[in-house]
């Protein structure tokens, strides 16, 4: 397994096992992600060093490929001025350039397939930090919707226990006895006379006497005439 690979399943057993510990869930998400960015900026400098080993090796190769067929026309050049001595040491340093050129392809293509395997990986994380993305908008939303139920059921709970209500009914038992002492006040009130009222009410009973008796002494004077 390639450090890569064992990189990505960490993280991906740290966010499924580490979410139950969490005070705060959509945080903890917020720092995973914090945390597979930063190894895949890593991973994204190991692999400009490995490409950079690669176009190294490649140079390297190059030139003494380049140098090995220049050695070869140098040495055909010196056998048509019969330097035959001139050619045989330009084949020599030819043989030598080959054998460098021969290694240093080795080290090119291996280091190449190498950067290969690694920018694959670098994909694979990238990619896996896309779905990890998408996978926290949900999770923050169940996040947000399991907390919202939790306060509902805690409000729910003051409910359950009748508090509110009960106290409501209190406060309206206090207003309809606060509505029946006044209302008994006003019957007292209506019961219980002033002296002066009494006096009128007297004065006025007599006055109401005293013409009738007028009334009737008129109608018996009229009867004997």
Do not use: C, W
């Amino acid at each position: 397994m390639s450090l890569f690979k064992r990189i990505g399943d960490n993280i991906r057993a740290n966010i499924n096992s580490l979410l139950d510990k969490a005070e705060d869930p959509v945080k903890m998400l917020e720092q995973y992600l914090r945390d597979m960015e930063d190894d895949i900026a890593d991973a994204e400098v190991a692999v400009a060093k490995q490409i950079a080993i690669v176009k190294r090796f490649e140079s390297s190769y190059k030139d003494a490929q380049a140098m090995a067929e220049k050695r070869e026309a140098q040495a055909l050049q010196a056998l048509e001025q019969n330097r035959e001595d001139l050619a045989r040491k330009a084949l020599e340093d030819k043989k030598i350039h080959a054998g460098k050129a021969a290694d240093y392809k080795g080290q090119f293509e291996q280091a190449r397939e190498t950067a290969d395997v690694l920018k694959r990986q670098l994909q694979e994380m990238k990619e896996e930090l896309e779905k990890m993305k998408a996978r926290k908008a949900t999770l923050v939303a169940r996040a947000e919707a399991a907390k919202a139920q939790k306060d509902i059921n805690k409000v729910m709970s003051g409910f359950g226990k009748n508090t509110a209500r009960k106290g409501f009914e209190r406060m309206e038992e206090k207003v309809l006895q606060s509505e029946a002492e006044a209302a008994a006040g006003l019957e007292l009130r209506g019961k219980t006379k002033s002296l002066d009222d009494e006096l009128a009410e007297l004065g006025g009973s007599s006055s109401n006497i005293d013409d009738e008796l007028a009334r009737l002494k008129a109608r018996l004077n009229k009867d004997k005439e």
